[in-house]
């Protein structure tokens, strides 16, 4: 866990403690179907994490979900996260295929205005 502060323009960080991956039991969202930061890690005590965003959330789970899986290959329990997200099979999950959402995000908003301005007799 890193401390983050700044001083005049100058951006401070400081180790304030570290875990091992081995060391964590579960990571429990908390709401899968709400637009909430606050997550739980669950290693020999529970830590309660607040992430800088819901999408940074999903970014940190992916990653130590990804890290597991290559390394350790356990069990690692993770809760109360939408799957649609977690998974790598889905459009939505990697920030890889960002310009292809935002592709597909402009074809349909260019149908809605074609749509919206022609007349209708």
């Known amino acids: ?5 700044r001083v005049d323009r100058e951006e401070k960080y400081e180790i304030v403690e570290k875990w091992f991956l081995k060391d964590l039991e579960m990571i429990d969202g908390k ?4 637009d909430n930061p606050y997550f739980d ?11 800088y965003s819901c999408a940074s959330k999903y970014t940190f789970a992916r990653t130590l979900n990804k890290l597991n899986a ?3 290959k356990k069990d690692l329990k993770i809760v109360n996260f939408d ?3 977690l998974n ?3 459009i939505w999950s990697s920030s ?3 310009f292809l959402v935002v592709m597909r995000v402009c074809f349909y908003a260019s149908n809605l ?4 301005l022609c007349r209708l007799s």
């Not at 205005?113 to 919206?116: E, G, R």
């Open 1 to 5: 866990m890193v401390k983050h502060w």
């Open 31 to 34: 709401e899968a179907d709400a």
């Open 41 to 51: 890690m669950h290693f020999h005590k529970v830590y309660n994490m607040e992430a």
């Open 70 to 72: 290559m390394y350790l």
């Open 83 to 85: 799957d649609t997200y």
């Open 88 to 90: 790598d099979d889905s």
């Open 96 to 98: 890889n295929r960002d």
């Open 113 to 116: 205005l074609c749509l919206s």
